[in-house]
Structure formats: C-alpha cells, structure tokens
T-cell receptor
Framework: AQSVTQPDIHITVSEGASLELRCNYS??????LFWYVQSPGQGLQLLLK??????LVQGIKGFEAEFKRSQSSFNLRKPSVHWSDAAEYFC?????????????FGRGTSLIVHP | KAGVTQTPRYLIKTRGQQVTLSCSPI?????VSWYQQTPGQGLQFLFE???????NKGNFPGRFSGRQFSNSRSEMNVSTLELGDSALYLC???????????????FGSGTRLTVV
C-alpha cells in the first residue's frame, strides 16, 4: 500500500531564510507526487506536482520540489521564505484506483515564520 | 470562476444525530471527492464520485455515505454521530477522474463539524 511520511511536524524559520520540507513516499509504481498548502481555515491549494520528466519541478509562490527516486523523496524548497508562507504543508502521492486516481496525504508539516 | 462551495461552514450536532453536508463543485467539474481531516488522523479519503457514480471509497464505516446529483453537486451524510466524527470535512472537485490528478484537485474551505 502507498504511504507518505513527512518527518517534521513543525518547522520554524526566519523570514528571508531558505526552507526545505521533507517528504518520503512508498509506492510500487511510478508515483504521482504533489505538494499542497493549507492556510488556517482554508482548504488545500496545489503548489506543484510531479508526474514524469524533469525531476526538479517549479510551482506557484516561488516553491520548487525535487523528485529523487533512489531516496523515495520529494522535498519541497523555497530560497527565501515570506511571512505569508506560514501554513500547513501536505505532501501527497496519487495512486490508481477504480479507474480513477486517489491522493494519499502525509500528516503535514506546520511552517512557522519568525520576523 | 466560483470555487468549490461547501455548506454549512460550521455545524454542531449531538451524539446519535445525523448530518448532511453539501458540496458544489466548480462549474464543469464532474469529479467530487470528500476527505475527513482531524489532528489525530490527518487527511483521510472518504469517497469519490464521478458522474453520479461512486468510484472509490475509503476505509470508513457504513455510517458515512454520499451521493452526487446530475448537476455534479454532492452531499455526504453521517448517521448516528459519534464524538470521534468531529472533524473538518473537505470536498474537492476536478474536471474528471483522471485530469483531477493531473491538474490537482480544487478544495473547498470545508465544513467544521463538532459532535457534542
């Protein structure tokens, strides 16, 4: 069965510092990988996705993620964090089921940004 | 265009009661999925509907059910509520089952259900 692990429950960074959020997945086939962000009181917003091709993918809001098959990882990065990036971040792996695709989410990483 | 609309935003129910939550997808979207989000279990998939048919169902008891109407609006129902059903229920819509994965699901803001 597929699974997603986000090892860090909370991450605290200073505004302007770089950020890396870790994500490890377990999936037997080629994974479809996603990062979503959830602001307080809001639903999830897609930041970026990986299906195939270039292993470094660019997303919205200046985020990028790198797929490393050998490490089963899909870490999210941002070179300079803004206070508005404070939110909950979810990594997900999509798997085929019943003629559709269902994402399985990690438990999330809460990002705290200090001024 | 309008996003995914979930109603109501907040709901308080008593144990043993039943509840119905509503989700209106983005216009033109035919796939609707439901998720339960709790601090203890995180985001858990409930079910997915496409063109009024349930395509997938998560590992939840039969008290949780759903349906989709011909206009793609969806409802989920929870009968005989338990304290543990307190959660944020999120609905997500996509153009169709396959491209929802490619383009990413669009989520609503959720319904916060509190069972007392």
């Amino acid at each position: 069965a597929q699974s997603v692990t986000q090892p860090d429950i909370h991450i605290t960074v200073s505004e302007g510092a770089s950020l890396e959020l870790r994500c490890n997945y377990s999936y037997g086939a080629t994974p479809y990988l996603f990062w979503y962000v959830q602001s307080p009181g809001q639903g999830l917003q897609l930041l970026l996705k990986y299906f195939s091709g270039d292993t470094l993918v660019q997303g919205i809001k200046g985020f990028e993620a790198e797929f490393k098959r050998s490490q089963s990882s899909f870490n999210l990065r941002k070179p300079s964090v803004h206070w508005s990036d404070a939110a909950e971040y979810f990594c997900a792996v999509g798997h085929a089921s019943g003629g559709s695709y269902i994402p399985t989410f990690g438990r999330g990483t809460s990002l705290i940004v200090h001024p | 265009k309008a996003g995914v609309t979930q109603t109501p935003r907040y709901l308080i129910k008593t144990r043993g009661q039943q509840v119905t939550l509503s989700c209106s997808p983005i216009s033109g979207h035919r796939s609707v999925s439901w998720y339960q989000q709790t601090p203890g279990q995180g985001l858990q998939f409930l079910f997915e509907y496409f063109s009024e048919t349930q395509r997938n169902k998560g590992n939840f008891p039969g008290r949780f059910s759903g349906r989709q109407f011909s206009n793609s609006r969806s409802e989920m129902n929870v009968s005989t509520l338990e304290l543990g059903d307190s959660a944020l229920y999120l609905c997500a819509s996509g153009p169709d089952s396959g491209s929802a994965l490619f383009y990413g699901y669009t989520f609503g803001s959720g319904t916060r259900l509190t069972v007392v």
